[in-house]
């Protein structure tokens, strides 16, 4: 019987309430996962899931808590309007989602907001105000408690390192698991991951890998073609998009970590990684008209039989956002079934399986098989407990 079997038929035992998320930062990412739960909630089907199921947890089953913001736009707005507020440009496919009565919360600035963006036009780039006074942490693990929050979903732009690391720490005094979708390290940073595991929390990081994206494409090519005794010599991803996150990543100094993060997910594809010199990973320019579309293109140099030359383009076109909700609902749903067994700490598997940057990087098919495993392990278990 596979993994995903013996999860079936203990789901029916368990107990369904709902996971109620807090998400920090109200952008296009937010704007598709709270679209899509109302979506997924209304039209009943599995399109689109890589996991309709996870220990009896459907994607109907995760609710809105609360939510923190630095546009003043959006601060103080019910969630359900605020993810349609500028600059958001995200594809809208849910116009009237629910959000169960969640507001949004002014959250702290620290490094969240990129310098430069002050020289773009509003309707670009977050309007934050001139307040001289910001929450305190505890403000924000109060309205966490409060609001009964289970899971926190960071969403903060790339670069966020002291804005990220305020909200790990706001969830280990509010009790709460994390979902660390960008590329500053928690989950793969040996001092926070033994704080959430001492908090006996679960954390999944960092660094959300699309549901089907430039990095699991390239990953994948890279794979495949040592696999089949192909050598890779030299190769490239370049990446263009019209999206907040294209803009706030002009500024060179916020792409340490993912670029790291990125090249890291590809490079440790092959038995003997590619120096720095001959693999270069990481966004290219900001496009205003493309929105929320990212366009990226994959070039790998390789060697086959008798050492003759072979080269490989791929462009890929696809919706930013909805590429990362499709993952971030699963590990979501993997975060609130590890707190509800008493796991704290890194999910080993569950952060290779869905992130670029986890604490042990797999292949792509071992993880898969980790993460099934792994649910239908935490499955029996709840099931007995419940």
């Given at each position: 019987m596979t993994a995903r079997n013996r999860q079936d038929k203990l789901a029916a035992k368990m107990i369904k309430p709902p996971i109620r998320i807090a998400i920090v930062g109200v952008g296009n990412c937010a704007s598709t996962l709270v679209q899509g739960l109302s979506w997924y909630r209304r039209h009943q089907t599995q399109v689109g899931l890589m996991h309709p199921d996870i220990g009896g947890l459907s994607?109907?089953?995760?609710?809105?808590?609360?939510?923190?913001?630095?546009?003043?736009?959006?601060?103080?707005?019910?969630?359900?309007?605020?993810?349609?507020?500028?600059?958001?440009?995200?594809?809208?496919f849910c116009p009237d989602p629910d959000d169960h009565g969640a507001m949004v919360h002014a959250g702290p600035r620290f490094d969240g907001v990129a310098a430069h963006l002050e020289h773009f036009p509003a309707e670009r780039r977050a309007v934050t105000s001139d307040r001289e006074s910001e929450p305190r942490i505890a403000d924000v693990v109060g309205i966490l408690r409060q609001s009964k929050a289970d899971?926190?979903?960071?969403?903060?732009?790339?670069?966020?390192?002291?804005?990220?690391?305020?909200?790990?720490?706001?969830?280990?005094?509010?009790?709460?698991?994390?979902?660390?979708?960008?590329?500053?390290?928690?989950?793969?940073?040996?001092?926070?991951?033994?704080?959430?595991?001492?908090?006996?929390?679960?954390?999944?990081?960092?660094?959300?890998?699309?549901?089907?994206?430039?990095?699991?494409?390239?990953?994948?090519?890279?794979?495949?073609?040592?696999?089949?005794?192909?050598?890779?010599?030299?190769?490239?991803?370049?990446?263009?998009g019209g999206n907040t996150d294209f803009l706030n990543m002009l500024e060179r100094?916020?792409?340490?970590?993912?670029?790291?993060?990125?090249?890291?997910?590809?490079?440790?594809?092959?038995?003997?990684?590619?120096?720095?010199?001959?693999?270069?990973?990481?966004?290219?320019?900001?496009?205003?008209?493309?929105?929320?579309q990212k366009v990226c293109y994959i070039r790998i140099n390789a060697h086959g039989f008798g050492g003759l030359p072979m080269e490989v383009d791929v462009k890929l076109a696809v919706e930013d956002s909805p590429n990362s909700a499709g993952v971030v609902v699963d590990a979501i749903r993997c975060a609130w079934l590890a707190l509800k067994v008493g796991v704290g700490g890194p999910l080993t598997s569950v952060c290779a399986a869905l992130m670029k940057h986890p604490p042990q990087q797999f292949a792509d098919t071992d993880a898969a098989a980790a993460m099934d495993e792994w649910i239908a392990a935490k499955t029996l278990l709840a099931s007995q407990h419940r």
């Open positions: 994607v109907a089953d995760i609710e809105i808590a609360c939510a923190f913001e630095v546009d003043t736009r959006k601060i103080g707005t019910p969630v359900a309007k605020a993810i349609f507020a500028p600059p958001n440009n995200a594809r809208i899971v926190l979903v960071n969403y903060l732009p790339v670069g966020s390192q002291k804005a990220t690391e305020f909200y790990a720490l706001a969830c280990l005094e509010a009790g709460v698991a994390m979902v660390n979708c960008i590329p500053v390290f928690i989950a793969s940073d040996p001092i926070w991951a033994g704080k959430f595991t001492s908090a006996g929390l679960p954390i999944i990081g960092d660094d959300v890998k699309s549901q089907f994206g430039a990095t699991i494409i390239h990953r994948q090519l890279m794979a495949l073609a040592e696999a089949r005794g192909i050598t890779v010599s030299s190769s490239y991803q370049l990446n263009v100094s916020r792409l340490g970590s993912k670029k790291t993060s990125k090249t890291e997910a590809v490079n440790s594809q092959l038995h003997t990684p590619l120096d720095a010199g001959h693999i270069h990973i990481g966004p290219s320019d900001y496009i205003p008209f493309l929105n929320d």
